[in-house]
C-alpha cells in the first residue's frame, strides 16, 4: 500500500532550544504530520546564528510533544560513529516510539567545515553504505561484528530481559546526485532532498529512487521523497511570501559559496545558475539575510517554487510537488510570528489535504 502524503515542517538546529521547541509544540497544534530538525553548522555565525546538536534537541521536543512524528533531517556519519547514532537512535525510540524518523546523509557543507572527505579514497556512498549497515546491526539487538572500508563495530547481543526496544526506525537516505539517490531506494526506507527542490527536482529524484529499488527487487511505492520546501504564509501575497524570500537567499548564497558543483542539477531543475544567484551571495556578504532578500527578485523566487504566498498559493503549490511524486512535504518555514503562520497552515491549507 502506498505510503500516505504527509506535511511536516523543517527546521535548523540554530536556534535558542526553547524557541525551537515552541515552534515544534505550535506544529504539533496545527496538526502538522512532522517536525524534522535539520542539523545547523558553523558557518551560520556569519549570519547571527549558532549552531546546536540536533539529536539533542530533537530529544527535548520528543518529551514534550505527544502526536508528531518528529526526525532527523539529516544528521551526519562524518560527525558521529554509526554505534553513536544507534545509541542516539535508542534515546529516540525510548521518548518517541515508532513518531521517530532517522535522516542520514553525508551533509558536503559539513564535511567541508570540519575538513572531512576531502582527498579521501572512500566515497560518500561508502560511508553512508556503512553506517546504515551497522546502525541497523547494532539496532537490531543482536550479536553484531562489523568490519568495513570506513567503520568497524563489535557489539554483543542485548540479555533478554534488557528494557529496550529491538526495532529499526525508518532511515531515510539524504541525497542530490544520482549515485546517493539510487541508494536511498536500494538500501533506504525513502529519499530526502535538500532545499530548494522544486516539482522538477523532485521527478529528477524520484527517478533515480525508484530505479535503485528496482535493481533490488523492491517495491518503490512503499519509499518515502521528501523534500526540503522554504516558505511562509500570510493573508496578503506579498506579506506572505517575505519570510520564504529571506530563507531563500540564505539558501542560495549558500549553494554559491558551499556547494557549488554539487547543486548543479538542483539549480538546473529550477532554472537557475550560478551567476544569476552570485548577486544574491554578495549582497549576503556585504549585508547580512536582510540586504540578500532584496536581491531575490520576484523571478528567483518564482523558480525556487516556494511553499509561499496566501492560503491558497500554499494549497496550489503543495499540489504541485505532490503531482510530482514528493509523499513528505518538508516546509521551512521563515519570517515574522512563525508559530502563528503554523497556525495558519493548520487553519486554512492542512485541512484541504485531510479530505
Known amino acids: 500500500m502506498p505510503i500516505p502524503f504527509n506535511i511536516g515542517v523543517l527546521q535548523l538546529s540554530m536556534e535558542p532550544v526553547r524557541e525551537t521547541v515552541a515552534m515544534a509544540k505550535a506544529c504539533e497544534d496545527a496538526g502538522f504530520d512532522a517536525f524534522w530538525i535539520a542539523e545547523a553548522y558553523p558557518w551560520w555565525r556569519k549570519h547571527g546564528f549558532e549552531a546546536r546538536s540536533s ?4 530529544a527535548v521536543i520528543a518529551a514534550q510533544t505527544r502526536r508528531i512524528q518528529l526526525g532527523w533531517g539529516i544528521i551526519s556519519p562524518y560527525t558521529r560513529h554509526p554505534v553513536q547514532i544507534a545509541m542516539e537512535a535508542r534515546v529516540m525510540q525510548d521518548l518517541a516510539g515508532e513518531r521517530f524518523l532517522l535522516g542520514l546523509g553525508a551533509s558536503k557543507i559539513f564535511m567541508k567545515e570540519i575538513g572531512e572527505g576531502e582527498g579521501e579514497k572512500v566515497g560518500p556512498a561508502t560511508v553512508m553504505r556503512e553506517s546504515i549497515e551497522v546502525i541497523r546491526g547494532v539496532l537490531s539487538g543482536n550479536a553484531f561484528e562489523y568490519q568495513g572500508k570506513v567503520f568497524a563495530a563489535s557489539v554483543p547481543p542485548l540479555k533478554p530481559d534488557a528494557h529496550t526496544p529491538r526495532d529499526t526506525p525508518p532511515i531515510y537516505v539524504a541525497g542530490t546526485g544520482p549515485v546517493m539517490q539510487k541508494m536511498a531506494g536500494s538500501i533506504g526506507d525513502g529519499l530526502l532532498t535538500a532545499s530548494i527542490t522544486t516539482p ?7 527517478k533515480n529512487m525508484e530505479e535503485g529499488a528496482r535493481k533490488v527487487g523492491k517495491d518503490a511505492s512503499h519509499l518515502a521523497l521528501g ?10 501575497s506579498a506579506k506572505g511570501k517575505e519570510g520564504a524570500r529571506e530563507q531563500a537567499a540564505m539558501y542560495l548564497a549558500n549553494k554559491v559559496q558551499n556547494i557549488k558543483g554539487s547543486a548543479d542539477e538542483l539549480l538546473r531543475c ?4 550560478f551567476e544569476e544567484l552570485r548577486p544574491v551571495a554578495d549582497a549576503m556578504e556585504k549585508g547580512g539575510r536582510k ?16 511553499i509561499a504566498g496566501t492560503p491558497e498559493e500554499c494549497i496550489e503549490r503543495i499540489e504541485q510537488y505532490q503531482a510530482a511524486g514528493c509523499t513528505h512535504i518538508m516546509l521551512e518555514i521563515w519570517g515574522d510570528d512563525r508559530t502563528g503562520q503554523a497556525k495558519l497552515f493548520g487553519e486554512a491549507v492542512l485541512p484541504h489535504f485531510r479530505k
Open 270 to 273: 529550477a532554472n537557475l545558475t
Open 291 to 306: 540586504a540578500a532578500a532584496k536581491a531575490v527578485t520576484d523571478d528567483i523566487l518564482k523558480k525556487v517554487c516556494a
Open 200 to 206: 522538477e527536482f523532485v521527478r529528477y529524484s524520484r
Open 227 to 236: 523534500s526540503v520546501i522554504v516558505g511562509s504564509i500570510g493573508r496578503d
Open 55 to 58: 539529536t539533542a534537541i530533537l
